[in-house]
């Protein structure tokens, strides 16, 4: 301190003093050591901005749910790729989102980049910008809207089912959840520290975890695009493993957008209820079961009926498709003749065919998952059919009888296995986050309703009614389909007009059957019109690609 006043004081005199080169020197040293603390504060400083640099935000760029598969484990919700781009707050980002984005976009992205906040967008790929990153995102459903009334749809908000599995498996679709998310780094105000990467950072995100069903995804779109093709407007159809009972398609119609929800529930079509679920009336789709229980009591099939176009119970006339001459069983099944199952059904008596119907699960609801459960339909008590013309009504399917889907391809797929009862099911079971199964469906062992006797002389009948007979239109090339047709009354009129409610019921192939097809249509033409085209060409796709 002395050298430093005695250097002031020399200034102030303003007289002319050389300063010896040792004290310059020495004074040097001296600031050096002084300013030596300034120094040593200034580098902690910018270590402690450092450390605070280290902090970070995040921005979420997706969250998955559960994945739901079909039973080849191929997603039919939460796997479908798209796109997230985190955009820096850098004037290059800038320049080049203005040259995607309309005025009004650009102008809020703008404002929030400003702030140093990094942006979320989705614009693909369209940017080549190192200061933009795209990342690979997966949304919960795609444009094929497939199985749309199986799997169901979510809330707004996207975290809770509504409908369909996605309702009946909530709970543990939001378990198996995860998060993907956009990690930056900032300074001590918070901003953006420039030059740092964009980390991105996996928090279980589209994990294996979710619902494995019985579905099988090559089977459902080709059953869905036939029922598109062949304009089935209000109707269902549904596709069932012969040996199983597992449900390989599930189609409903009218379809439905789960991102338009609110004009399916002001669609006076209904488009949100699952018609697979539903029960109506069946008609001649039901005469196989009542062939079987007279099989079953001893009918000989070769005896022969003469149809005359008509037939006359009580008070009441029964009119059939056509005059069809005489008819045995499998004439009576392959062109559909009521007045023969009129008569056959007088000679064997009704109550074989309720207890046939009853162990086929008629008149009873199937529970599929929770919350997914079919209408019973309904099968009367024997002591409603005490009427001769209750019974002829009966017969044919007709009168008080209603049933859903699941039980008319439940008659048809005892018949293809050989007289044996498979319960329907639709989930196979639940699958943890690394993909080992956790819970699987322990499938009810298949009894017996009816001969394989009985069994094998339907299936031969009912390979005459493609071949020959009213399912002429569910033919398919190099393949035997076996199957019936009905056009069902309901009673029902508009514009004097009574509505119909048309089917068809099949499998394939004949040889060894593997599938069953039932297709149903509400205010259809006639089963051979509506439904029949129908089973041709999902099986042809399913076979051929055709």
């Known amino acids: 301190m002395y050298i430093l006043s005695l250097l002031v004081i020399q200034v102030k005199s303003k007289n002319t003093f050389k300063i010896p080169r040792s004290v310059v020197v020495y004074c040097c040293i001296l600031l050096c050591f002084g300013l030596l603390p300034v120094r040593l504060l200034y580098l902690n400083l910018t270590h402690e901005q450092v450390s605070s640099a280290t902090n970070s935000k995040s921005i979420i760029l997706s969250q998955s749910r559960g994945i739901i598969y079909d039973k080849n484990m191929q997603p039919l919700a939460g796997s479908y790729e798209k796109t997230a781009s985190v955009v820096k707050p850098t004037v290059n980002a800038l320049v080049s989102l203005k040259r995607v984005l309309d005025t009004d976009a650009f102008n809020a992205v703008s404002n929030e980049l400003q702030k140093s906040n990094p942006v979320l967008l989705n614009i693909g790929n369209s940017l080549d910008c190192?200061?933009?990153?795209?990342?690979?995102?997966?949304?919960?459903?795609?444009?094929?809207?497939?199985?749309?009334?199986?799997?169901?749809?979510?809330?707004?908000?996207?975290?809770?089912?509504?409908s369909g599995i996605e309702k009946s498996f909530d709970e543990y679709l939001n378990s198996c959840r995860g998060e993907l998310r956009a990690r930056f780094f900032v300074d001590a105000n918070g901003g953006f520290l420039y030059g740092a990467d964009v980390e991105i950072v996996n928090n279980n995100y589209h994990n294996c975890g979710g619902v494995v069903l019985t579905l099988e995804k090559d089977k459902q779109l080709a059953l869905e695009e036939a029922m598109d093709i062949c304009g089935i407007e209000k109707g269902a159809a549904v596709m069932l493993n012969v040996n199983t009972g597992a449900v390989a398609a599930m189609v409903s119609r009218p379809d439905f957008d789960r991102n338009n929800i609110s004009a399916a529930m002001n669609n006076e079509k209904l488009p949100l209820f699952n018609r697979v679920l539903g029960s109506y009336p069946i008609g001649s789709v039901f005469k196989p079961l009542v062939a079987a229980a007279a099989l079953e009591d001893g009918c000989d099939p070769a005896d022969e009926y003469c149809c005359n176009g008509y037939v006359n119970v009580g008070s009441n006339t029964f009119r059939c498709t056509a005059s069809h001459g005489k008819v045995n069983m499998a004439a009576a099944i392959a062109y559909s003749c009521n007045c023969y199952f009129v008569n056959l059904i007088e000679k064997t008596g009704a109550e074989n065919v309720i207890d046939s119907a009853n162990e086929l699960g008629f008149g009873e609801s199937l529970t599929m998952a929770e919350g997914i459960s079919t209408y019973s339909g309904y099968l009367p008590a024997i002591n409603e059919l005490d009427s001769p013309s209750a019974r002829a009504l009966f017969s044919f399917g007709q009168g008080s009888i209603t049933a859903n889907i699941l039980q008319v391809a439940s008659l048809y797929s005892a018949i293809a296995a050989g007289g044996k009862y498979s319960v329907p099911y639709l989930v196979e079971g639940l699958i943890d986050e690394k993909g080992e199964m956790l819970e699987k469906h322990e499938a009810k062992a298949p009894y017996r309703v009816f001969s394989e006797k009985t069994a094998d002389l339907l299936s031969a009948f009912l390979e005459l009614a493609v071949r020959e007979g009213t399912g002429k239109n569910a033919a398919v090339e190099n393949i035997r389909v076996c199957g019936k047709t009905a056009t069902a009354q309901t009673g029902s009129f508009s514009d004097s007009n009574e509505k119909l409610v048309t089917w068809f019921a099949g499998f394939y192939p004949y040889e060894k059957p593997e599938y069953v097809l039932v297709v149903m249509c509400e205010g259809g033409i006639s089963g051979s019109e509506d439904c029949a085209p129908v089973v041709s060409k999902a099986v042809n796709k399913i076979l051929n690609n055709k």
Do not use: F, M, Q, W
Request: glycine content about 10%.
């Open 130 to 162: 190192t200061d933009v990153v795209t990342v690979p995102v997966y949304k919960r459903y795609n444009n094929e809207r497939i199985a749309s009334h199986i799997i169901g749809y979510l809330d707004s908000g996207e975290t809770h089912g509504i």
